[in-house]
């Protein structure tokens, strides 16, 4: 009895870390890793005021919304200190890594109001919990600032028309666009890591 037990214990640690809805959504359509980013950079690119590149720049830096991440910097972004940051980071790549890009998902997909609101409660009790105390960045506040909008806006969500049209050429039949354009776009994100003491989070991914 005790044997199967340890078997069954030792089964469970040895499981994948679990990967959202998104992921998952996104797994189902066999896309490479390449057409992933292409469809990231595609939406980062949309035309227009409050888009990625309206509030981030071109690269991921000098847009034009005062507060904007520096997207070359992931050790400098509240989702990495609150986190842990290098500590957690170290402690455990890949466990780290995959909770990071779940709380970036969630608020890539809803924005930061309906993340401060709803999801950072509900990431905390999927085992996903935002220290704010651990933040250094300037503006300490203990949410995020409302003016990151990820795809929410107007602009963004025309951009995903275009997505979805791209996706139909390739014979490829999305259940929920945005659910695709939230994980490219953060994939497209992880490359402009630049590899600095303040990014290196992505950048050694093999
Ligand atoms: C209207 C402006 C605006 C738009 C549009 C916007 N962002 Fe942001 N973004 C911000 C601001 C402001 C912050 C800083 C938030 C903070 O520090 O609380 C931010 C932060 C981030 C962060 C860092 C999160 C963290 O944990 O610190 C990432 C990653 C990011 N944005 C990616 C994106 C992507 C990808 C898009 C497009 C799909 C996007 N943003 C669209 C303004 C914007």
């Known amino acids: ?26 797994a189902k359509l066999g896309l490479s890793k390449e057409e992933l980013v292409e469809i990231g950079k ?15 720049g071109e690269g991921g830096h000098g847009g034009n919304q005062a507060g904007a991440a520096d997207l070359r910097h992931p050790k400098t972004w509240r989702a990495y200190q609150a986190l842990g940051g290098d500590e957690a980071f170290k402690a455990n790549k890949e466990e780290f890594l995959s909770k990071m890009e779940t709380a970036l998902h969630y ?8 993340f401060n609101t709803r999801w950072e409660k509900r990431l905390k009790d999927m085992g996903i919990h935002y220290d704010w105390s651990k933040v250094t960045v300037p503006d ?50 992880k490359t402009l890591d630049d590899g600095s003491d303040k990014g290196g989070v992505f950048k050694s991914d093999p």
């Not at 044997?3 to 499981?15: E, F, I, N, P, S």
């Not at 608020?107 to 309906?114: D, H, K, M, Q, S």
């Open 1 to 26: 009895m005790r044997t199967v037990v340890l078997v069954l214990c030792l089964g469970l640690l040895a499981l994948p870390v679990q990967a959202d809805e998104f992921t998952e959504a996104v």
């Open 42 to 56: 595609l939406v980062y690119h949309a035309e227009g005021k409050n888009t990625c590149l309206y509030c981030h």
């Open 107 to 114: 608020l890539i997909r809803y924005g930061a109001v309906v």
């Open 140 to 189: 300490k506040a203990d949410k995020y600032n409302n003016m990151m909008k990820g795809i929410t806006t107007g602009p963004m969500k025309k951009q995903l028309d275009e997505v979805e049209k791209l996706l139909e050429k390739k014979g490829k039949k999305v259940k929920d666009v945005r659910d695709i354009a939230t994980v490219a776009a953060l994939e497209y994100v």
